[in-house]
């Protein structure tokens, strides 16, 4: 990778552990606590240099306190991610605020956990209010990819980025039988192009040990139809650590030579500065 070029995860979480004075939500599969410093040390150890921090929205909802807290620490490691409440009445209002916030760099639905229809007036808020304040809105949308086809064509003026491949993930192995099922109609969202995609935790999909050589061939028709200019590479450290390392998502990509090094320079930092508009180093985002 040139040297010039950053390498940046496009998701990870960071959480403290569950207790009764802070409760988690809902749960989340991984180790029972995650703290800023814990992954900035997980980031330093493989030669990372930021990521793209997502509160996680099983363990704190819709409240992004704890990464806040996080950013405030490390500021020039990170670039933050919360999920919206379709369902809050100040929609507008909320994203607006939230874009203005240090730190931030977009927003998030999560469409595969949201009982909603592609006309939903909250998702819809979401997205014209992400546009409208230029950043990018990611949208987890396994087993939903027709009401994301659609929010995508109301929504042409906001960046849009699918979450994880687009596809359904495993929290333990083994992983799918047939996991690239639904590949061709990820692809087919490629048409849109204010769409980007996160090839992020495709190495829980393998069935085969690290370095994965199975996945290449399946990503290989997402590189093609989307151009490296509209992929990310992440790792969705932790919800990955039953099934990889955090040292193995990263060197997975690293080590293949399925990519040249232009092309794991864009995937792997250079097209998450262009979409997200942020760089590890800087003070936020810097649309």
Known sequence: MPSNTPTID??????????????????????????????????????????ILISPFTIYGYDPTYVLSVYDKHPDRFGLVRPFDPRSDDLAQQVEQWAATPGVVGARVVLSFEDVSADDPGIGAILEAGGRAGIPVNVLCSGKLSIFREIARQHPNTQLVIDHVGLPQPFDPPPPDEPWTDLDDVASLAEFDHVAIKISGACTLSHEPFPYADIWEPLGKLFEAYGFERCMWGTDWTRAVNLLTFEQGVEAFRVTDSLSDDERSALMGGTLQQIYGWTPGSAGASR
């Open 10 to 51: 496009c998701q990870v979480h960071a959480y403290e552990r569950n207790t009764p004075e802070k409760p988690w939500t809902s749960f989340l599969t991984g180790p029972d606590e995650v703290t800023g410093d814990d992954m900035v040390a997980a980031m330093d150890a493989n030669s990372v240099d930021g990521a």
